[in-house]
């Protein structure tokens, strides 16, 4: 199935799709009910296979880029894949491995890029099909479910699913007003410890981890309070237009069915025990990745700007989704406006800010993570409390932690200051690099030092070390003006490599 084979299929389903208008007609006759639900899966299900040829070829071009990401101006290609191509990067760096992973498996790879396996069980696979085994273990993949393929390559019990162990859920806590400034502290003291560009959950984890360190555990096994539960510019051009017709629309059609079969309860009447069961047994794909895309999919009937705008091409379907999940239909406009001359990292950083204040103005403590991180935390809590010799709740539990992580690091971080630290503070810790997700490592010269350059704020910007050694000092990328809002970056496409 070459590109444009696939491309044709993907317009064809898609315009089977749009037959199925949401919302769907209220119908009360079961038959009728089932019979919707049937059609809506054999398209789903269809279009859903064709995301392995998708990942397999955005996965190859990636991977060709990655040698030459700094020529784009990327310290990483997760960074490029988000901000050039509207892709999680860490979605772009899982496609990364899995194709680097089939590079010498020709059969599963043509399997996969065919659509008769399925991408989760290419991967239960991988380790097996190998040499001669390869072609009996791609057959076992088409007619296998992953839990038995699972089970077949470690000859036992199949281990908990990818999708259990990438669960992710919301812990919370209503913290007191006067306990807020040391939570929010802490979390801070913590980015300079751990990393500026961590998430949240890394920081809670890292107060966690310290106050665990330096107090007794509890005596039981807490369960959750409250709520916790690199080519040339043309190359790259290319595969950015390749993917501006395929992958957004193939995610446009996957959320649409996705939508149209929730809302008709399409799982349950064909069968399945939930929509997470559906989409891990029929779709091959984790219940997250399509109710990203359902979701978006309801915002886009709520917010009919925001598919114009993504139609057009002015924003990213990343960027899309961000202004979906925390916009409304009165600020859509002007936040598609300001997304449009933004990076993806950029206007993610700025509205988890502002959902940030909303948290802190309510006396909410909100972070999502991982299962691992939640079941951390409440242990943290358990020994908070055990400390104290009383219940407290999630709140002064957190307060406790956070004074705590104060004491030890607070002292530590506001160590000597010098010129370069002051600089790094008034960057936030970050790269400044359009674009760039990483911590700042150092402080750069707009004009060398060695040319004259000052050492006075307005001369120094904030930099990875990635950007800083081979992005600017090895002619790629240019800036100039004065720090820190009087900037201009160049991307050097014309240099020669030496």
Not at 308 to 315: H, N, T, V
Not at 331 to 358: H, Y
Request: aromatic share 6%; with cysteine.
């Amino acid at each position: 199935m070459d590109a444009l084979l696939a491309t044709a299929r993907l317009d064809a389903l898609g315009s089977a799709a749009a037959i199925l208008e949401y919302p769907l007609p209220r119908e009360t006759d079961e038959a009728t009910c089932q019979q919707g639900a049937r059609v809506v899966d054999a398209l789903l299900v269809r279009v859903a296979r064709g995301h392995g040829a998708l990942d397999v070829a955005i996965g190859e071009g990636l991977e060709a880029l990655a040698p030459r990401k700094m020529h784009l101006g990327f310290a990483t290609i997760g960074d490029y894949a988000r901000e050039k191509l509207g892709i999680a990067a860490s979605t772009a760096q899982k496609m990364v491995r899995f194709a680097k992973a089939l590079r010498d498996k020709p059969i599963l790879r043509a399997a996969v890029w065919a659509g008769n396996v399925p991408v989760r069980a290419a991967e239960a696979v991988l380790s097996k099909a190998v040499g001669e085994e390869e072609g009996r273990w791609v057959e076992l993949a088409r007619t296998s479910s992953v839990r038995a393929l699972q089970a077949a390559v470690k000859g036992a019990d199949p281990p908990a699913s990818e999708e259990e162990d990438e669960k992710w859920g919301p812990i919370r806590a209503q913290v007191r007003p006067e306990g807020m400034p040391t939570v929010d502290e802490a979390m801070e003291v913590a980015r300079r410890v751990v990393n500026a560009a961590a998430p949240p959950y890394k920081l809670l984890e890292a107060l966690c981890e310290e106050f665990l360190g330096g107090h007794e555990p509890p005596d039981f096994a807490a369960s959750c309070p409250d709520d916790l539960v690199a080519a040339r510019r043309e190359e790259s051009d290319a595969l950015k237009e390749w993917l501006e017709k395929d992958r957004d629309r193939w995610d446009e059609v996957v959320g649409h069915l996705a939508l149209l079969f929730r809302s008709m309860n399409g799982a349950r009447r064909l069968g399945f025990a939930s929509f997470e069961h559906y989409c891990t047994e029929r779709l091959d794909m984790a219940v997250r990745s399509v109710e990203q895309r359902a979701a978006l999919e309801r915002k886009l009937y709520e917010l009919p700007s925001l598919r114009k705008a993504m139609r057009e091409r002015r924003i990213s379907y990343e960027q899309a989704r961000l202004i979906a999940r925390h916009v409304d239909g009165e600020s859509v406009d002007a936040w598609i406006e300001r997304a449009e001359t933004m990076t993806c990292i950029d206007l993610r950083r700025e509205l988890q800010g502002i959902e940030k204040a909303q948290l802190c103005a309510r006396g909410e403590f909100q972070v999502w993570a991982p299962r691992p991180v939640a079941g951390l935390v409440a242990m943290a809590f358990g020994a908070a409390r055990k400390a104290t010799g009383r219940w407290i709740s999630d709140g002064e539990c957190l307060e406790r932690i956070a004074a705590h992580f104060l004491d030890i690091w607070k002292p530590v971080v506001e160590g000597r200051v010098t010129p370069s630290s002051k600089v790094l503070q008034r960057d936030n810790w970050l790269c400044r690099v359009p674009g760039c997700s990483l911590a700042a490592d150092h402080a750069h010269h707009i004009d060398f030092k060695s040319h004259g350059g000052s050492d006075e704020p307005w001369n120094r910007i904030s930099l990875c070390a990635a950007h800083h050694l081979h992005g600017v000092h090895q002619g790629w990328i240019k800036v100039s003006g004065t720090a820190p809002d009087g900037l201009r970056w160049e991307l050097q496409t014309g240099r020669r490599e030496r």
